[in-house]
């Protein structure tokens, strides 16, 4: 059976001045003070409260800007034992986040971006979104988020550190382990 795993994955980045003006760049901006009046100042709706009434254009204007300089990776092959809970085991890299051309990948977009420029450089705060559709081995109830089989449940549990992002065009020294909320839903669609 497949699920939709949506996983909302922070990172919290120092950037120096050269990666400062690199990020800066994406947006067209050459200073700190400059990428403030790009970023929303509202939250972003929820999926289903945007398939209602519309997305943010604040956001939707920041996702081109920022999804095609960054890469999104899955590892469903990156537990001790994968076939556990996973019927396949894809590793999932993605270059340019506008294209979405792997056909699980069902979503990404920017839920938020804080930036505080500093003399050596700038700090972001960056909070991606992504739902991805991976095949469950039969009666693995991944909604429930455990199962009494103590093996399946610590796999269940890795499950947080599935997803990453990050720059193409810069190298960022992460040294936060991962560790992003999660969910799994049934797909509607098997």
């Known amino acids: ?4 795993f949506t996983f909302i994955v922070d990172q919290d980045l120092e950037l120096n001045a050269d990666q400062a003006s690199k990020f800066l760049g994406f947006f067209g901006c050459k200073s700190g003070e400059e990428i403030d009046d790009l970023l929303p100042t509202s939250m972003r709706p929820d999926p289903e409260a945007a398939k209602e009434f519309g997305d943010d254009p604040e956001y939707e204007k920041m996702d081109a800007m920022l999804l095609p300089h960054l890469w999104l990776e899955v590892f469903a ?9 996973f019927k396949t085991t894809p590793k999932i890299f993605l270059e340019d986040l506008t294209k979405k051309d792997i056909p699980d990948i069902l979503d990404v977009r920017v839920e938020q971006l804080t930036c505080d420029a500093g003399d050596e450089g700038l700090s972001i705060c960056l909070n991606i ?8 081995v039969d009666g693995v109830k991944m909604e429930d988020g455990e199962d009494p089989n103590k093996e399946i449940d610590a796999q269940i549990y890795e499950c947080k550190n599935m997803c990453n992002f990050g720059f193409r065009e810069i190298d960022i020294e992460n040294d ?6 999660w969910e799994a839903i049934p797909s509607v669609s098997n």
């Open 1 to 4: 059976m497949k699920y939709n």
């Open 77 to 85: 092959d990156n537990f001790s034992n994968p076939e556990l809970i």
């Open 129 to 136: 979104l992504a739902t991805v559709r991976l095949d469950i």
């Open 176 to 181: 936060e382990a991962l560790s992003h909320d």
